[in-house]
T-cell receptor, first 114, second 115 residues
Framework: NAGVTQTPKFRVLKTGQSMTLLCAQD?????MYWYRQDPGMGLRLIHY???????AKGEVPDGYNVSRLKKQNFLLGLESAAPSQTSVYFC?????????????FGPGTRLTVT | AQSVTQLDSHVSVSEGTPVLLRCNYS??????LFWYVQHPNKGLQLLLK??????LVKGINGFEAEFKKSETSFHLTKPSAHMSDAAEYFC?????????????FGKGTTLSVSS
C-alpha cells in the first residue's frame, strides 16, 4: 500500500514551458486535491476533485489545469510556466471530507521556473 | 467563511520542556479541526483531529489539543518536547456543511527544539 505518490519529485522549467504533475493514490479515495506551498503562506488549494471525471477550482487556480480520468489519478498541468509558479506542490486524497476524514498527502514535487 | 490563524510563526523550546502552539479559528458552523505536522522536505502527516466528540483530543507522539468553542481556539500541546518534534505544524479547519470543500490551512508554526 503506497498511499499517495507524486511524479516527478523535482523539476526545473524555463518560462513558457509546459509540464504535467502526476498524483496517484491506491486507497480508493473519492476526493483528490492539489495544493501549492510557499514560504509563510501555508498550503493553498489549486484544484480539487470529488470523484472520477469531476474537477473544481480552489483558491489559486489561475495558470493550472487538472484532469481526473481515472479514480486513482489526478493530473496537474501547467500550460505555460511562469516564475510565480515556483513552489512545492502537494497532492492529497481523502474519503468524504465533510465527515472529517483526514487528507493523506504525497511527498511533494519541488518545481523551479527560471 | 472559515479561516484559521496560527498566532506564532516560530516557537522555540528546550528539550524536555512543554510545547504550546496556538491556533484560533473562525467558522460559521460547527467545524472539524485538524493539526498536521511537516518534517523538513517531507509531506504532511495528521497529528490529531476534532470532530465534535470529546473536546480534548489526543494524537500521535504525545500531542494533544483542546477545542474551546467560547474562545474559538484549538491549541496544540505536548508536556515534554523531544528533538524529533522540530518541524512545521499546521492548524486546519473544515466545515462539515460544504460538500467537497477542501481544508483551510493556517500559515504554519515552525517549532525549534534545542538540547
Amino acid at each position: 500500500n503506497a498511499g499517495v505518490t507524486q511524479t516527478p519529485k523535482f523539476r526545473v522549467l524555463k518560462t513558457g514551458q509546459s509540464m504535467t504533475l502526476l498524483c496517484a493514490q491506491d486507497m480508493n479515495h473519492e476526493y483528490m486535491y492539489w495544493y501549492r506551498q510557499d514560504p509563510g503562506m501555508g498550503l493553498r488549494l489549486i484544484h480539487y476533485s470529488v470523484g472520477e471525471g469531476t474537477t473544481a477550482k480552489g483558491e489559486v487556480p489561475d495558470g493550472y489545469n487538472v484532469s481526473r480520468l481515472k479514480k486513482q489519478n489526478f493530473l496537474l498541468g501547467l500550460e505555460s510556466a511562469a516564475p510565480s509558479q515556483t513552489s512545492v506542490y502537494f497532492c492529497a486524497s481523502s474519503r468524504d471530507p465533510t465527515l472529517a476524514y483526514e487528507q493523506y498527502f504525497g511527498p511533494g514535487t519541488r518545481l523551479t521556473v527560471t | 467563511a472559515q479561516s484559521v490563524t496560527q498566532l506564532d510563526s516560530h516557537v522555540s523550546v528546550s528539550e524536555g520542556t512543554p510545547v504550546l502552539l496556538r491556533c484560533n479559528y473562525s467558522s460559521s458552523y460547527s467545524p472539524s479541526l485538524f493539526w498536521y505536522v511537516q518534517h523538513p522536505n517531507k509531506g504532511l502527516q495528521l497529528l490529531l483531529k476534532y470532530t465534535s466528540a470529546a473536546t480534548l483530543v489526543k494524537g500521535i507522539n504525545g500531542f494533544e489539543a483542546e477545542f474551546k468553542k467560547s474562545e474559538t481556539s484549538f491549541h496544540l500541546t505536548k508536556p515534554s518536547a523531544h528533538m524529533s518534534d522540530a518541524a512545521e505544524y499546521f492548524c486546519v479547519v473544515s466545515e462539515a456543511n460544504q460538500a467537497g470543500t477542501a481544508l483551510i490551512f493556517g500559515k504554519g508554526t515552525t517549532l525549534s527544539v534545542s538540547s
